[in-house]
């Protein structure tokens, strides 16, 4: 039994170390070409072979040999970061401060070279909003709503855009040629590339903590299922009162000075629990739909629910998917709720038992 046990603490502990990795920062060590991660770093003092990043934000401080391939809501080349070979990035800014030797091809909502920044092969970019202070050795393809060439640009080649062109067209050397098409067609493919790279890695990470919940808390985990499946109104009902209900109260303690410090504590908790409410909704919900069918596994309803709810953010038409997560998210909050409550009941219960036994119990003997 205390082998089992101590089998069962490893891997709950294996699993711990997983959802943090995927959801805490992540530095590249050297010579690594595959990351994932919150915040990926390929540090000054480094030197990477090449790079596949998939994050919150990719920066480049050191050094890349080969080429580099971001996803991520925030790319940057840093001004100490040298990338020799190729750039493709994807994210909601992409910003380039250092030097890239190869060609850059790039999908963001927004695209910058610095007065620090130098691309030595060609540019082709399909972004909100293009900024150009640095310097392009070869030609730019770039399609825009607007593409600013600042005072300090240098293009040594040809421009073909899309777009307003602004500032100071005399930073190029070559010819200016405008095409409408590249607003449309510059846009690499990475771009619906990324968004379905993102709803795997929450997938992923999502599941990792499902894991978790289910196999430090499996008791607990089947009663929230239940609450689900034997009173969902009554449950959605008490997840909207905590999610309405939980803000209003730390914004009242947030009114008074002493109690700022347990609002700011409070808003993380309460975060932890809309992260744990939705995990569990998906899984309550898809654990009802399994037993109709004579399915009783809980593992492969939390697959199932978590996949569900994966695919659901990628309808096409958005709000249907919004509206039915947030009935899965009401259903696990109040779940959550009522299971809590049903444990603290059953606890006082139990102690009460044990009293009355202890109570009625035969005397102890006694000695002259």
Partial sequence: MGRENRRSRHLVAILVVLVVCGTVPATVAAQSDARTGGTIVV???????????????????????????????????????????????????????????????????????????????????????????GTLESDAEIGAETIRLGESASIAGDLRYGGDLEGNTDAVAGEIQEDGSLGVDVAPPIQPFASWLFTAYAFAVNLLLGAVLLALFPRFSDAVADHV?????RSGLVGLGVLVGIPLLLIALAITVVGIPLSVVGGFAFALLLWIGVIYGRFAVAAWLLSLVGLGNR??????????????????????GEAINLIVLLLGLGAIARALLGHRR??????????????????EPTTD
Avoid: H, K
Wanted: glycine share 18%; proline share 3%.
């Fill in 43 to 133: 540090e000054e003092d480094e030197t990477v072979d090449s790079l596949e990043a998939f994050g919150g934000s990719v920066v480049v401080r050191g050094t890349v040999t080969g080429d580099v391939s971001a996803v991520g809501g925030d790319v940057r080349i840093e001004d100490t970061g040298q990338v020799d070979g190729d750039l493709e990035a994807a994210g909601g800014s992409v910003t380039i401060a250092g030097t890239v030797d190869g060609d850059v091809d790039v999908g963001a909502g927004s695209f910058t070279v610095t007065e620090s920044g130098t691309v030595g092969g060609t540019v082709t970019a399909g972004v909100g909003s293009a900024t150009i202070d």
């Fill in 229 to 233: 499946a034997t009173g969902p109104l």
């Fill in 299 to 320: 593992w492969l309803a939390l697959v199932v629910g978590l996949l569900a709810g994966a695919l659901l953010t990628r309808l096409p038409v958005p709000v249907v």
């Fill in 346 to 363: 059953n606890a006082r219960e139990r102690e009460r038992e044990r009293e009355r036994r202890v109570g009625s119990g035969p005397d």
